[in-house]
């Protein structure tokens, strides 16, 4: 059965570093999105992208996100300079033209 | 007033008990309603996702939504131990032009006791 895919499962930085976050979304999906969880808190959505260009973000994607589709398989989260508090699981998801979105398996990531 | 409220539970029962995890929502406009499982640091899995109002089922698995009252239920029929999880609601708008983005509740844990 076709997943979404992400790398690293576990990702350490120090503040002020960047990181690129990775994830495979599913091979015939068109609509991609991220979202994070702080522990112990939702899950909030950070951005979708459709059509090679961003097509919402919320307010806790700020200048020190991007997104990119280098490819037709990768889907890419950027934090340029993280902060103590993007310590979080990071999700990718995908969907096609139905409703259903499909979550990977998260990147826990930890600034120090 | 939180767009979608949960109670975190949690939520203890026994084997083949019959559960019911629930949200309500405030905002009017959210079409699609889903339930995930999610374990312990790992990601959502979609179980089941509903349009508008109505019941859904599969298998030991049952969704409702009742948009007039803004409040949706998921019910699980002979609960197992490996049913043990945190179960999460979210929503979306989905009108024309809309991304697709989900908000979610803040997740219900379930344990199943043996």
């Known amino acids: 059965e076709p997943e979404v895919t992400q790398t690293p499962s576990h990702q350490v930085t120090q503040m002020g570093q960047e990181v690129i976050l990775r994830c495979v979304p599913i091979s015939n999906h068109l609509y991609f999105y991220w979202y994070r969880q702080i522990l112990g808190q939702k899950v909030e959505f950070l951005v979708s992208f459709y059509n090679n260009e961003i097509s919402e973000k919320s307010e806790i994607f700020d200048d020190q996100f991007s997104v990119e589709r280098p490819d037709g398989s990768n889907f890419t989260l950027k934090i340029r300079s993280t902060k103590l508090e993007d310590s979080a699981m990071y999700f990718c998801?995908?969907?096609?033209?139905?409703?259903?979105?499909?979550f990977g398996p998260g990147t826990r990531l930890t600034v120090t | 007033q939180k767009e979608v409220e949960q109670d975190p539970g949690p939520l203890s029962v026994p084997e083949g008990a019959i559960v019911s995890l629930n949200c309500t929502y405030s905002n009017s406009a959210f079409q699609y309603f889903m339930w995930y499982r999610q374990y312990s640091r790992k990601g959502p899995e979609l179980l089941m996702y509903t349009y508008s109002s109505g019941n859904k089922e599969d298998g030991r698995f049952t969704a409702q939504v009742d948009k007039s009252s803004k409040y949706i239920s998921l019910f699980i029929r002979d609960s197992q131990p490996s049913d043990s999880a945190t179960y999460l609601c979210a929503m979306s708008e989905f009108l024309r032009g809309n991304t697709g983005k989900l908000i979610f509740g803040q997740g219900t844990t379930l344990q199943v006791k043996p």
């Open positions: 998801a995908s969907r096609d033209a139905s409703y259903e979105q499909y």
